[in-house]
């Protein structure tokens, strides 16, 4: 089962505006991650925040956990055309053989309009 | 450049045909692993090998076989698949040994398959 899901689907700002995706997930994680992809391309780590911490940033990202509502925001400030990509948040879950896995949501559609 | 290669980027197959996926990580990791990205699907975890053991088949038809000869090898040959089968099949590797989800994946570009 689907354990992270992203809001919104899709989203289209100006570049230089501010964007703003979530993530929610199910069960109790001991991290949450975003990773980013160009179209028809691999993913791309970008973040991890583990289950203790409440805010984490990285350059122009910054991501917030709030593990009470089981949540998570990525931000991307001041945004440039080349940040149009999918973007997806991962959760780790135990599997059903005993050993955590990472689960993906079905991801936000960003672009980025100059 | 991730330090994960795929090949071949894009396959064309039939139902009857035999191909393989080949994945190539240079980051020294013990844990890889093969998604399949259907379009408006989530990522798809299909197997997991740490330490050159599968410790993880998530429910995957048999048409997929993976192999993982050694820790920076790992291939899924495809037989007599079906046209659902078209899809992004990306591999990733991680450092942790477990094949759990400690830390990052790192992802190849993906092969993308069609199956007519």
């Known amino acids: 089962s689907q354990q992270g899901e992203e809001d919104p689907q899709a989203l289209s700002i100006q570049e230089g505006e501010n964007a703003t995706m979530n993530c929610s997930y199910k069960t109790s994680i001991n991290n949450l991650q975003w990773y980013r992809q160009n179209s028809g391309r691999g993913l791309v780590h970008l973040i991890l925040?583990?289950?203790?911490?409440r805010e984490k940033h990285s350059g122009r990202l910054r991501v917030t956990l709030d593990t009470s509502k089981k949540s998570s925001s990525l931000l991307i400030t001041a945004s440039r055309a080349a940040d149009t990509a999918s973007y997806f948040c991962?959760?780790?879950?135990?599997?059903?053989?005993?050993?955590?896995?990472?689960?993906f949501g079905t991801g936000t559609r960003l672009t980025i309009i100059p | 450049e991730t330090g994960v290669t795929q090949t071949p980027r894009h396959l064309v197959m039939g139902m009857t045909n035999k191909k393989s996926l080949k994945c190539e990580q240079h980051l020294g990791h013990n844990a890889m692993y093969w998604y399949k990205q259907s379009a408006k699907k989530p990522l798809e975890l299909m197997f997991v090998y740490s330490l050159e053991e599968r410790v993880e088949n998530n429910s995957v038809p048999s048409r997929f076989s993976p192999e993982c000869p050694n820790s920076s090898h790992l291939f899924l040959h495809l037989h007599t698949l079906q046209p659902e089968d078209s899809a992004l099949y990306l591999c990733?590797?991680?450092?942790?040994?477990?094949?759990?989800?400690?830390?990052?994946?790192?992802f190849g570009e993906g092969s993308r398959l069609t199956v007519l």
């Open positions: 991962a959760t780790d879950a135990w599997s059903n053989f005993g050993n955590e896995k990472l689960t």
């Open positions: 925040i583990r289950s203790n911490e």
């Open positions: 990733a590797s991680s450092q942790d040994p477990s094949g759990g989800a400690f830390g990052e994946l790192f």
